[in-house]
């Protein structure tokens, strides 16, 4: 008798990583034309469905490919499909920032991470859809795995995106939660880098002392190379072998809020991680931490009021009610000395941080409550991230949980401020111990 073995269907384009799209483009196996249809057909067959998309050319994105597979030119991104939140400016696209009073607003620059993302060779896609300011207001954006629920925000149409292998890499922000938890929601890999690294020009503000892009991918080896394209640095792999990482489990005095299933998702992962070798601890951050959801809700909303004084202005009645009543209201009544001493309060808490450390190079804790919440009025609960934000160090979301629904949960892992590569290290490490 025969053995028949079942050949495994061979990968779509669309479903490759970065990485390995440069790698394919390089060895004459594939060509940017070619990547950049498959992800426009996956566009067409799923955007009815999950709307992550603001803006979109498919002329222009088949230009720009045919014209880099005729240059003959090399880069670290060549033919990479990338997406950009609808707050992040664009020479040749609008940019809306979720709101209608910018409706076919034209910039007539790209903002830097946009300029250093087509240096390298990258194809934007288009505009990603992205909530009213990057703040409460949902946008159209479903999540890919069950269009009743949110896909979270506010880079809610860059994780989904990704999720859904509509483009391999995708540009969010976050002031808060937003791009760590949805792309929790979404099944991604996302990134929060330092505070202060990549650069932020050309990127509407929301609250300057907290901002930063966010990064989602499909692989950390995509983080990695996507953050040395935007330092405009010569990208840099990570190394083959990293050690095992010594994590730091940290509840922080937000367990109670998970759900059951995630707190015992981050349990059972702990135990897997131990086994596998790895020094775990629990560790628990001084009570001071408690306070930091408050310092942060004040210098956002503060900087937010400030930051948007011309559309509060000129343009009230157009400003959702979610943002008036929310952001805009908290902004307003906050004085310049309560704000103030939340500044001074964060920055306490930041000098004490990387000794909450001890020797570990790592914690581990919830990227959010769970499963993405059915209904699209909200984009989940943002605090599982204001603690790591606030902190300004660099985070990483893994998808490496289901739900008892079957949806994504991540897990966050949190580094010292500027130990980036090292947070990747372990993550590369810990994602495989997981999956």
Not at 6 to 23: D, G, Q
Request: charged residues 25%.
């Amino acid at each position: 008798m025969t053995s028949i073995t079942a050949k495994k269907p061979a990968m779509r384009l669309n479903e490759l990583t970065a990485t390995e799209i440069v790698s394919a483009i390089a060895d004459g196996k594939t060509t940017c034309e070619a990547v950049a249809r498959a992800c426009l057909d996956r566009i067409a067959a799923r955007e009815p469905q999950v709307q992550a998309w603001q803006y979109l050319n498919s002329e222009q994105v088949i230009a720009r490919a045919r014209a880099l597979d005729k240059s003959g030119r090399r880069g670290p991104l060549l033919g990479v499909p990338f997406g950009i939140k609808d707050i992040i400016d664009t020479c040749d696209m609008p940019t809306e920032y979720g709101s209608p009073i910018y409706k076919d607003h034209q910039p007539k620059n790209d903002a830097a991470c946009v300029a250093l993302g087509r240096k390298a060779g990258g194809i934007l896609m288009g505009k990603t859809v992205t909530t009213e300011f990057a703040n409460l207001t949902p946008g159209k954006t479903r999540n890919p795995f069950d269009p009743a629920r949110t896909p979270g925000g506010s880079s809610s149409g860059s994780a989904a995106a990704v999720g859904d292998n509509m483009v391999p890499l995708a540009i969010g922000t976050q002031t808060t939660g937003s791009t760590i938890r949805p792309a929790s929601f979404c099944g991604a890999f996302a990134y929060r880098p330092t505070y202060a690294d990549l650069r932020c020009s050309g990127v509407r503000e929301v609250a300057g002392s907290l901002d930063t892009l966010g990064l989602v991918t499909r692989s950390i080896e995509d983080i990695a190379l996507y953050r040395d394209v935007l330092l405009g640095i010569e990208p840099q792999p990570l190394p083959a072998e990293s050690g095992v990482p010594r994590i730091g489990f940290c509840r922080t005095h937000l367990w109670p809020i998970l759900e059951p299933y995630t707190r015992q998702l981050l349990e059972d992962a702990v135990e897997n991680l131990a086994r596998a070798g790895a020094k775990v601890v629990d560790l628990t951050l001084p009570s001071e931490f408690e306070s930091i959801e408050d310092a942060h809700r004040w210098i956002s909303s503060f900087e937010f009021a400030r930051n948007f004084t011309w559309e509060i202005d000129s343009h009230w009645e157009q400003i959702g009610e979610r943002v008036r009543e929310g952001r805009i209201k908290d902004g307003l009544s906050c004085s310049f000395e309560r704000y103030i001493e939340s500044r001074s309060f964060a920055e306490k808490c930041r000098a004490m941080f990387s000794d909450v450390f001890g020797d570990c190079d790592v914690l581990l804790a919830a990227s959010a409550v769970g499963e993405a919440p059915i209904g699209l009025h909200s984009t989940g609960n943002v605090r599982p991230s204001a603690i790591w934000t606030t902190m300004h160090v660099p985070v990483v979301t893994l998808p490496v949980f289901k739900g008892p629904n079957g949806l994504p949960v991540g897990a966050q892992l949190v580094a010292r401020r500027s130990d980036d590569r090292r947070l990747f290290a372990a993550a590369r490490w810990v994602y495989g111990q997981l999956v």
